[in-house]
């Protein structure tokens, strides 16, 4: 079955970096888009960033643009995100999102609070 496992979030401070990453299993990663999502509180959730099967392509709110980067290793079935520049707005719970058979598939979510 498919399964999403982020992990990499914390705390902190405004400007500072953080690198989350997705551990996908149960499908053929290599073959798929695969995404980042957030969720801030009172919020619905929203696109951050998407990459093509091979990582040839992307995609970014405008909100992350120049700031965050999405990248993949298909041969650990694995997808990153790279957020510098951070600030306050970007606190939320950041998703891995498979989209794949009609349905989308979510990780638990990993939480970013950026906070002095």
């Known amino acids: 079955q498919v399964q999403l496992v982020e992990s990499g979030g914390g705390l902190v401070q405004p400007g500072g970096s953080l690198r989350l990453s997705c551990a996908a299993s149960g499908f053929r990663f290599d073959i798929h888009v695969m995404s980042w999502y957030r969720q801030a509180p009172g919020k619905e959730r929203e696109l951050v960033a998407a990459?093509?099967?091979?990582?040839?392509?992307?995609n970014y709110a405008d909100s992350v643009k120049g700031r965050f980067t999405i990248s993949r290793d298909n041969a650990e079935n694995t997808v990153h995100l790279q957020m510098n520049s951070l600030k306050p707005e970007d606190t939320a719970v950041y998703y891995c999102?498979?989209?794949?058979?009609?349905?989308?598939?979510w990780g638990r979510g990993t939480p970013v609070t950026v906070s002095s």
């Open positions: 999102n498979l989209y794949y058979n009609d349905r989308d598939y």
């Open positions: 990459i093509s099967p091979i990582g040839s392509a992307t």
